[in-house]
């Protein structure tokens, strides 16, 4: 009888550690909007928990819940034009993280990405961000939900692969623009990678290329300074990601 009643206390207490575990969460949805099937990589820094086994497929219309604990870090992406075998192995034509459907690094530029530092405790806040400075592939939004703070939407819901700069292309096989490298990428320059004696926010300014992606997405970041328009707050929220978002 004492054993039943240790075993019954022992369930019940991780009965409440488990609610209290679900309930502290951040809640990521991710959505995909787009006309095609994806392929989310995610990726978690300083030793994080890995989210949804580091990717996945996802049809398009198809939504997926991933919880987050306190302290969380990392971030996600698209992988596109993909094709994995029975293992897991294969490649993507845009974003692909090594050969396999698990990233366990990050997507391969030009990449669209959200980022995310969630806050430990009751009133820490979250930081949040959606960035082209490793160059687009697919459109990006992230909506917050149920938190405090300035909470604002983030992303970039034009297409530029439509008004990508020749000189920024990479097209497929057919010719099709396919993904918009950053000007970084595309030309290897301190001045437009930030390093060097442009490796300051004094130093280093916007150039042509970070101004039409700014133009084009206001409240993404468009180079490795464009912090005070692009990173956001908020205080105990879930987030609501979507891939080809329309608005």
């Not at 207490?13 to 787009?34: D, E, R, Y």
Request: hydrophobic letters at 35%.
């Amino acid at each position: 009888m004492a054993v039943m009643q240790k075993h019954c206390r022992l369930l019940l207490a991780l009965l409440i550690i488990g609610k209290f575990s679900i309930s502290s969460a951040t809640v990521f949805t991710l959505q995909n909007s787009c006309s095609h099937t994806i392929w989310p990589g995610t990726l978690s820094g300083n030793g994080a928990a890995i989210l949804g086994d580091g990717g996945f497929a996802l049809a398009p219309g198809a939504t997926i819940q991933l919880p987050a604990p306190p302290g969380w870090s990392g971030r996600f992406w698209a992988r596109t034009g993909c094709n994995f075998d029975g293992a897991g192995n294969g490649q993507c034509t845009t974003g692909d993280c090594g050969g396999t459907i698990k990233c366990t690094s990050g997507g391969a530029p030009p990449v669209s990405l959200v980022e995310f530092t969630i806050g430990s405790g009751d009133a820490a806040m979250d930081f949040y961000d959606v960035s082209l400075v490793d160059g687009y592939n697919v459109g990006m939004g992230v909506r917050p939900s149920g938190g405090g703070g300035d909470c604002q939407y983030a992303g970039c819901v034009s297409d530029l692969k439509g008004s990508c700069p020749k000189e920024l292309q990479v097209v497929d096989g057919g010719g099709a623009v396919v993904a918009c490298k950053s000007a970084c990428a595309a030309f290897n320059t301190a001045e437009f990678c930030c390093t060097g004696e442009h490796a300051t926010p004094q130093t280093c300014s916007p150039t042509e290329y970070s101004k039409m992606f700014k133009s084009a997405c206001p409240t993404a970041y468009s180079y490795a300074y464009d912090d005070l328009s692009s990173t956001c707050t908020c205080t105990g929220s879930d987030y609501f990601i979507t891939f080809c978002p329309t608005a």
